[in-house]
């Protein structure tokens, strides 16, 4: 039946994510995965912002991006895991209702947008810092980083303002089960029974300008820290260097590749499936080895861990 055929039918008010319905034997095990993942990923976002508040020797640019980068994954891993445990759990029985559906979508469009705009910020600093050390505290000082901090989040609000204001003149009749895990864009549209031709524009405009500019400026940095590296005399300062900046960057890689094919690509219902696995690279695995690769690594991270440790113990 065609969308306008059917405008006369009821407005639906709820709807049912099925990402995970029939999984038999495995939906106990699947819980109990996603909710150890949850747990540490929280754990270990939570830990990095409350080190660098705390501790004096965090207090440097690249730390202040880090703890920002920490609570937009926190953030958004909120908004998606908890839904998603209560979902497999429930068999997908537990519905949604639209407006908490779409609300949803915004935070999660609302981080995700911020965090591409933050990663490429936090690039900058690297290219800056490895770069131009001379000019590095001139260039990343207090006002500069509060910019770049302030700006991904205004450029996150405003983008998702926009897709708000289409997704709220969409009209729901039926179906009301949602083929993934969390409500994401593309399966919304695909439930609308009024004409959708125009949010799909708009959001594939706005996928493209979010997400290609900071991923091609992510690039950029990231090779121009490569080269640099390349040239240092040290063989050990080199590899020490090359290996931290290969491991960012293939975090990064995997994290717009696969934003890249769900949102930018043409789709099919082929790829449904496909990008409902994708998915959980950006919204689950993303957020957990973010905190790993970025900081739980770093020396000064540990330190800083084992002085707070040590303060505790000494407080107790």
Not at 76 to 82: E, F, R, V
Not at 273 to 296: A, C, E, G, H, Q
Request: glycine share 4%.
């Amino acid at each position: 039946m065609e969308k306008r055929e059917q405008k006369n039918l009821t407005d639906i008010m709820e709807f049912h994510l099925v990402g995970f319905v029939g999984l038999g034997d495995l939906q106990v095990p699947l819980f109990c995965l996603f909710l150890v993942i949850y747990i540490a990923t929280m754990a270990g976002n939570i830990l990095i912002i409350l080190l660098v508040v705390t501790d004096p020797h965090l207090q440097t640019p690249m730390y202040f991006f880090l703890s920002n980068l920490s609570c937009l994954e926190a953030c958004y891993s909120s908004d998606i895991l908890p839904m998603m445990l209560t979902n497999v759990l429930y068999g997908g029985q537990r519905p949604i209702s639209v407006t908490g559906c779409i609300m949803q979508h915004y935070l999660f469009g609302l981080f995700i947008t911020s965090e591409c705009c933050l990663l490429a910020a936090m690039s900058y600093d690297r290219y800056v810092a490895i770069c131009k050390p001379l000019h590095y505290t001139i260039l990343m000082n207090n006002r500069v980083c509060l910019q770049l901090i302030a700006g991904s989040w205004i450029n996150g609000l405003l983008v998702m303002d926009i897709v708000l204001y289409f997704m709220c003149q969409l009209k729901f009749c039926g179906p009301s089960e949602i083929n993934h895990f969390f409500c994401e864009l593309n399966p919304i549209i695909k439930l609308a029974c009024s004409d959708t031709r125009l949010i799909e524009l708009v959001t594939i405009l706005i996928s493209v300008v979010c997400i290609l500019p900071p991923f091609f400026l992510t690039l950029l940095s990231y090779s121009y820290i490569i080269f640099n590296i390349m040239r240092m005399s040290s063989v050990s300062g080199r590899k020490k260097s090359f290996s931290t900046c290969s491991s960012h960057l293939m975090v990064v890689s995997i994290f717009y590749s696969t934003l890249m094919i769900v949102y930018i690509l043409p789709k099919s219902d082929g790829l449904q499936s496909i990008n409902k696995v994708l998915s959980l690279f950006y919204t689950i695995l993303t957020p957990l080895f973010n905190p790993l690769i970025y900081s739980l690594r770093n020396r000064e991270v540990k330190e800083a861990h084992r002085r707070a440790i040590a303060k505790w113990y000494k407080i107790k």
